[in-house]
Every structure is written in structure tokens, then in C-alpha cells.
């Protein structure tokens, strides 16, 4: 496997931030985190509604990060062979 | 892409985006280069000036994440109001649709965030470094006090263009008063901060650093919009039969007597495109559509006496000498669905009630007996106002014989945006309250406003 690209970490980071904020957009609009926060666990105790936005939207950030992360490294670790039948039509 | 005219084919694919070069637009002026000006002066007037806009002693603008409300001008949104935000997201995604139907990327060239704030990053970098040739010659050059002084310069316009950016941002979230306020006296708790340099950053690396390798590799619109095209759509389009065969002549020599077509391949058009590409290979995925290739050719037409319009708006039909249909179904449809959308969206908006009422039955007795003849039963009422002004309300019962209201009487008032939960006791004579009964309590303002809800309960009494 060669090493990873600059490309790479854009195509991890930056489709994975557009989900997130997607995401969050559509969770926060249903769910307020503050009810969250005293619904759950101590560790979350003493943060704030700001503090719960964007632990949140790191949290989906990361998630989408993790599948586009690894979408990424098995395209690349793919057989060069495979890669070309699996799309014809590539540039 | 494959290009939808039969042109030659485009250029080979750049490399990957950390080897690609750097490109250096050429300044151009013309239609539509003062039109793209005066769309970045409107807009980003706009970003930066409607945070500071008050409304009725609030914020005009202010998504208050916080608190968990819109304020939208005298509207105050709450989270179960976001069905209005779907119906709004539709009709800018159909709004979007349509204009790429009719006249091809409008929005990258000229609404675009990542358009308008690279074109504000450019006019810096030529205000500080200079023309095109001035920065390709500055680049080349040893690091010197003059390099030095000019990139350095570039550097700190730069960053505080993109922090006060960061700051306007985040204003629109938390009231930007109290904001500047607690950035002046470094009060701002670390959430803050952390989204005006998140936006900050995105600002600047955006802008100032990856600019059209945005639309080239980040952006999905690029990719999908030819989706949308048809052969009426009005693309950015060189003239191949009128241009070709290209080549350079005497001016004022008749370029058909010289075995020529009217393309003198300056290069202008491909030094002025923001993307770096060349329009004359066809319709590109790059191409932006700012039409900065079409004022520096319109230029240089000019210049050698042909007529403009080598480089134009125009549709592949009519590039094939074929009739153009404006009108057709795609757009139609497309109209039709907007309106639909946009009708429904005012309708609800003008529907709705700012007002909620719950009515929860007292857990803890079925009913009560009073005054030996009469039963009571108490409910706990959950009001939210959720209009931006005070009103006073009035709670009245229906719906079975006999029912009185015995609290809460008077008037209930309500400051704007506020949750209020009371008692509230019925009774109603034994003989007529057997059994369970459908019962209607309603709330309603007093101060002509006129809103009003109704809620549905239950009156329980001893079984007959």
C-alpha cells in the first residue's frame, strides 16, 4: 500500500463533514441536548447546551470520518485489477 | 465528464490536488466580471451587515441555538416548527434545479460562498502582490524585505478578514452584541471561540489557500449538476466552427483569407479562468461558469475588429444552428414543484398559531368530591407562547352540561417565548357528571391578537 495522500485526507475529512452537519442539523432540530444530557450518564454533568452542540457535531463528524476512512483504505488496498473491472469506465 | 459537444477532447486530468499548480487569474473587466462584483458587494453586504440589523429591540437575524429559537424578523421559530426549514431546504434544492436547467451553474459563478469569498481573497492578494504577471514574477523571486513585506501583508488581511468572518458566523447563532462585547473583554467561554476559528479556518483555507480545487475535487454539485443540463441550457460555449482553425495573424487582416477562423489563440480566456482550464476543449465539470473567459475574448474580438461573441452564453442547439426551446417540460416541472412548495410554506406561516396548550389529567385522583353535591377534577396546563410578544390569555371549558371553571379565572399573561404550567379545576354537579366525559378546553388571547388552540380532554366522575 503506498502512503497516504493528501487527496486521501480530504476525501476522509471533507464528505464526512458534510454529513455531519446534516446530521446534526436534523438530530438537534428532534433532540435538545440538555434533556440528553441529564437523561444520561454522570460524565456528561456540568456542560452547557453550546458544550452539547459541538461535542455532537464532533461526534457525527468523527463517526461519517471513521466509514469514509475506511471506504478510502480498502479502495486503495483493493487489487489493481479488481479496481479497473469494478469500474469500467474510470479516467 | 464526457463533453457534450463534439469538440476536441478536454485536457488530460490534473494530478491529484497537492501536486496541482498553482494558478494566477488574470484580472479581466467586462459584463460579466462587473456583474460577479456587484453580486459579491450585494451579498457578502448582506452577510456581514444583517447581524447587526435589530427588529423590535432583537436581533432581525439571529439562530438562537442556545435557546433553541429562529428569530427570523418578527417570526420566532421553535424546534417543533421545522417543518418550515424542510419546506425552505426544498425550494432552494428545486430553486437550484431549475437555474442549472435553464442557464447552467448561476450559482457557482456568481452566488456560490466559495465563489464570493475567493473573489474577496483575490482582490487582497492583487491589491498586495499585484497584477497576474507581478505575482507569477513575485513568486519566482528570492525572499526579500519586499516579498517578505508584501506576503506578510497579504497574511494579516487575510486573517483578519477570515477571523471577523469566523466572528460574523458565529453571530448569527449567539447575539453578536453581547458577543464583540465578551471577545473585547476576552470573557467568551471555549464553545464559542471553538466555532469562530472552525469557521475562521474554513474561511481562510477555502479562500485564500484552495479556492478552485474546491469546486474541482470537494464539491459535489460539480459532479452531479450535468445531470440537469439539457441541449437548451445556456452553457458558456466557445464557437468552435466560427474560432477554428485557430492561429495568430496580422491585425486587421480578414481571417478567412488567411485560411484562419476568428480564434487568434491569445490564451486570454484561459489565463483569466479561475479553474485553470481551457473553455475551447468543450463543456468542462471545472467550468465554473463565471464568464470570465467570455469578457477577456469579447476584448480581444474588439481589438481585432471581429464581432464579439466568439466565447458566449448560448445553447447547444442554437451552436448547432437549431431552434431553442425555453419553455419545455423539464422546467415546467420544475416551476410547478417550487410553487407547490413556496405556496404551501406561506400557507403554513400564515396558518400558524403561536400558541400551545397541553392538558395533562392529575395523576394522582380519578376525581374529588366537594361541597358534598359537586366533583372536582384538576389538570395540570402546559402553555407555551411562542410569539416574540407578551399576550394574556383566557381558559374556558365545553363540551358537557354543567362544566365551570373554577381556576383558572381571570387573565393568564404570558411573556413572549415562555413555557407556563398551571393548576386548573373543573366541577361540575354530581347528577350530571357520570361516568367519563369528552370535554374541550380552550385558550385563548384576550388582546385581539387571536390566537387561539383547543385541546382535548377527559372529566371523570363516580360511575352511575
Given at each position: 500500500m503506498r502512503g497516504v495522500r493528501g487527496l486521501d485526507v480530504a476525501l476522509v475529512l471533507w464528505p464526512s463533514f458534510l454529513a455531519a452537519c446534516a446530521a446534526s442539523l436534523l438530530f438537534f432540530a428532534a433532540v435538545d441536548p440538555v434533556v440528553l444530557r441529564d437523561a444520561g450518564p454522570r460524565l456528561f454533568a456540568g456542560l452547557d447546551r453550546e458544550a452539547g452542540y459541538a461535542l455532537g457535531f464532533l461526534f457525527f463528524w468523527g463517526s461519517a470520518a471513521l466509514a469514509s476512512a475506511i471506504s478510502v483504505y480498502l479502495i486503495r488496498t483493493a487489487r489493481a485489477e479488481s479496481r479497473a473491472a469494478d469500474v469500467p469506465g474510470e479516467r | 465528464?464526457?463533453?457534450?459537444?463534439?469538440?476536441?477532447?478536454?485536457?488530460?486530468?490534473?494530478?491529484?490536488?497537492?501536486?496541482?499548480?498553482?494558478?494566477?487569474?488574470?484580472?479581466?473587466?467586462?459584463?460579466?466580471?462587473?456583474?460577479?462584483?456587484?453580486?459579491?458587494?450585494?451579498?457578502?453586504?448582506?452577510?456581514?451587515?444583517?447581524?447587526?440589523?435589530?427588529?423590535?429591540?432583537?436581533?432581525?437575524?439571529?439562530?438562537?441555538?442556545?435557546?433553541?429559537?429562529?428569530?427570523?424578523?418578527?417570526?420566532?421559530?421553535?424546534?417543533?416548527?421545522?417543518?418550515?426549514?424542510?419546506?425552505?431546504?426544498?425550494?432552494?434544492?428545486?430553486?437550484?434545479?431549475?437555474?442549472t436547467a435553464l442557464a447552467g451553474r448561476l450559482w457557482c459563478g456568481y452566488a456560490c460562498p466559495q465563489t464570493v469569498w475567493t473573489e474577496l481573497f483575490v482582490w487582497i492578494e492583487q491589491w498586495t502582490e499585484g497584477s497576474r504577471l507581478q505575482r507569477m514574477k513575485l513568486d519566482r523571486a528570492p525572499w526579500r524585505a519586499a516579498k517578505l513585506l508584501r506576503k506578510s501583508g497579504k497574511q494579516v488581511l487575510w486573517l483578519t478578514l477570515a477571523l471577523f468572518t469566523g466572528f460574523t458566523f458565529v453571530g448569527y447563532f449567539t447575539p453578536i452584541r453581547s458577543l464583540a462585547a465578551q471577545i473585547l473583554s476576552l470573557s467568551l467561554g471555549p464553545w464559542p471561540w471553538f466555532w469562530v476559528f472552525l469557521y475562521s479556518l474554513a474561511t481562510y483555507g477555502n479562500a485564500g489557500f484552495l479556492r478552485e480545487q474546491v469546486c474541482k475535487y470537494m464539491c459535489p454539485y460539480a459532479r452531479f449538476q450535468s445531470a440537469m443540463f439539457d441541449k437548451d441550457t445556456l452553457i458558456i460555449s466557445y464557437d468552435e466552427?466560427?474560432?477554428?482553425?485557430?492561429?495568430?495573424?496580422?491585425?486587421?487582416?480578414?481571417?478567412?483569407?488567411?485560411?484562419?477562423?476568428?480564434?487568434?489563440?491569445?490564451?486570454?480566456?484561459?489565463?483569466?479562468?479561475?479553474?485553470?482550464?481551457?473553455?475551447?476543449?468543450?463543456?468542462?465539470?471545472?467550468?465554473?461558469?463565471?464568464?470570465?473567459?467570455?469578457?477577456?475574448?469579447?476584448?480581444?474580438?474588439?481589438?481585432?475588429?471581429?464581432?464579439?461573441?466568439?466565447?458566449?452564453?448560448?445553447?447547444?442547439?442554437?451552436?448547432?444552428?437549431?431552434?431553442?426551446?425555453?419553455?419545455?417540460?423539464?422546467?415546467?416541472?420544475?416551476?410547478?414543484?417550487?410553487?407547490?412548495?413556496?405556496?404551501?410554506?406561506?400557507?403554513?406561516?400564515?396558518t400558524r398559531t403561536p400558541l400551545i396548550l397541553d392538558v395533562l389529567r392529575d395523576r394522582n385522583a380519578l376525581y374529588r368530591e366537594v361541597h358534598g353535591d359537586r366533583i372536582e377534577n384538576a389538570y395540570t396546563l402546559k402553555m407555551i407562547n411562542l410569539d416574540d410578544q407578551p399576550h394574556r390569555y383566557r381558559v374556558t371549558v365545553s363540551g358537557m352540561r354543567g362544566l365551570e371553571l373554577i381556576a383558572p379565572v381571570g387573565e393568564v399573561p404570558l411573556p413572549p417565548g415562555s413555557v407556563n404550567s398551571i393548576a386548573a379545576r373543573l366541577e361540575a354537579p354530581r347528577e350530571l357528571s357520570g361516568g367519563v366525559h369528552r370535554i374541550v378546553l380552550t385558550l385563548a388571547a384576550v388582546d385581539g391578537s387571536g390566537s387561539a388552540v383547543h385541546e382535548n380532554a377527559r372529566f371523570i366522575g363516580p360511575k352511575p
Amino acid at each position: 500500500m503506498r502512503g497516504v495522500r493528501g487527496l486521501d485526507v480530504a476525501l476522509v475529512l471533507w464528505p464526512s463533514f458534510l454529513a455531519a452537519c446534516a446530521a446534526s442539523l436534523l438530530f438537534f432540530a428532534a433532540v435538545d441536548p440538555v434533556v440528553l444530557r441529564d437523561a444520561g450518564p454522570r460524565l456528561f454533568a456540568g456542560l452547557d447546551r453550546e458544550a452539547g452542540y459541538a461535542l455532537g457535531f464532533l461526534f457525527f463528524w468523527g463517526s461519517a470520518a471513521l466509514a469514509s476512512a475506511i471506504s478510502v483504505y480498502l479502495i486503495r488496498t483493493a487489487r489493481a485489477e479488481s479496481r479497473a473491472a469494478d469500474v469500467p469506465g474510470e479516467r | 465528464m464526457a463533453s457534450a459537444t463534439p469538440l476536441p477532447p478536454s485536457a488530460p486530468p490534473a494530478g491529484f490536488y497537492a501536486a496541482a499548480a498553482k494558478i494566477y487569474p488574470r484580472e479581466v473587466d467586462g459584463r460579466f466580471s462587473r456583474l460577479r462584483k456587484a453580486a459579491v458587494v450585494v451579498l457578502l453586504g448582506l452577510f456581514y451587515g444583517f447581524a447587526w440589523l435589530d427588529w423590535n429591540g432583537h436581533q432581525a437575524l439571529l439562530f438562537d441555538l442556545p435557546a433553541r429559537k429562529f428569530h427570523i424578523f418578527g417570526l420566532t421559530l421553535w424546534p417543533q416548527d421545522f417543518l418550515y426549514l424542510t419546506l425552505l431546504l426544498i425550494v432552494a434544492a428545486l430553486s437550484l434545479f431549475f437555474f442549472t436547467a435553464l442557464a447552467g451553474r448561476l450559482w457557482c459563478g456568481y452566488a456560490c460562498p466559495q465563489t464570493v469569498w475567493t473573489e474577496l481573497f483575490v482582490w487582497i492578494e492583487q491589491w498586495t502582490e499585484g497584477s497576474r504577471l507581478q505575482r507569477m514574477k513575485l513568486d519566482r523571486a528570492p525572499w526579500r524585505a519586499a516579498k517578505l513585506l508584501r506576503k506578510s501583508g497579504k497574511q494579516v488581511l487575510w486573517l483578519t478578514l477570515a477571523l471577523f468572518t469566523g466572528f460574523t458566523f458565529v453571530g448569527y447563532f449567539t447575539p453578536i452584541r453581547s458577543l464583540a462585547a465578551q471577545i473585547l473583554s476576552l470573557s467568551l467561554g471555549p464553545w464559542p471561540w471553538f466555532w469562530v476559528f472552525l469557521y475562521s479556518l474554513a474561511t481562510y483555507g477555502n479562500a485564500g489557500f484552495l479556492r478552485e480545487q474546491v469546486c474541482k475535487y470537494m464539491c459535489p454539485y460539480a459532479r452531479f449538476q450535468s445531470a440537469m443540463f439539457d441541449k437548451d441550457t445556456l452553457i458558456i460555449s466557445y464557437d468552435e466552427q466560427r474560432g477554428e482553425p485557430r492561429g495568430a495573424r496580422r491585425r486587421g487582416s480578414v481571417a478567412r483569407s488567411v485560411g484562419l477562423g476568428d480564434c487568434i489563440d491569445c490564451t486570454m480566456c484561459v489565463q483569466v479562468c479561475p479553474t485553470g482550464i481551457d473553455i475551447r476543449h468543450g463543456l468542462q465539470y471545472e467550468c465554473i461558469a463565471c464568464g470570465a473567459c467570455i469578457d477577456a475574448c469579447d476584448q480581444v474580438m474588439d481589438k481585432m475588429g471581429t464581432a464579439r461573441g466568439l466565447i458566449r452564453y448560448t445553447t447547444e442547439h442554437a451552436l448547432r444552428g437549431e431552434r431553442t426551446r425555453i419553455a419545455r417540460t423539464r422546467l415546467v416541472v420544475y416551476a410547478v414543484l417550487i410553487s407547490a412548495a413556496l405556496g404551501a410554506l406561506t400557507f403554513l406561516l400564515l396558518t400558524r398559531t403561536p400558541l400551545i396548550l397541553d392538558v395533562l389529567r392529575d395523576r394522582n385522583a380519578l376525581y374529588r368530591e366537594v361541597h358534598g353535591d359537586r366533583i372536582e377534577n384538576a389538570y395540570t396546563l402546559k402553555m407555551i407562547n411562542l410569539d416574540d410578544q407578551p399576550h394574556r390569555y383566557r381558559v374556558t371549558v365545553s363540551g358537557m352540561r354543567g362544566l365551570e371553571l373554577i381556576a383558572p379565572v381571570g387573565e393568564v399573561p404570558l411573556p413572549p417565548g415562555s413555557v407556563n404550567s398551571i393548576a386548573a379545576r373543573l366541577e361540575a354537579p354530581r347528577e350530571l357528571s357520570g361516568g367519563v366525559h369528552r370535554i374541550v378546553l380552550t385558550l385563548a388571547a384576550v388582546d385581539g391578537s387571536g390566537s387561539a388552540v383547543h385541546e382535548n380532554a377527559r372529566f371523570i366522575g363516580p360511575k352511575p
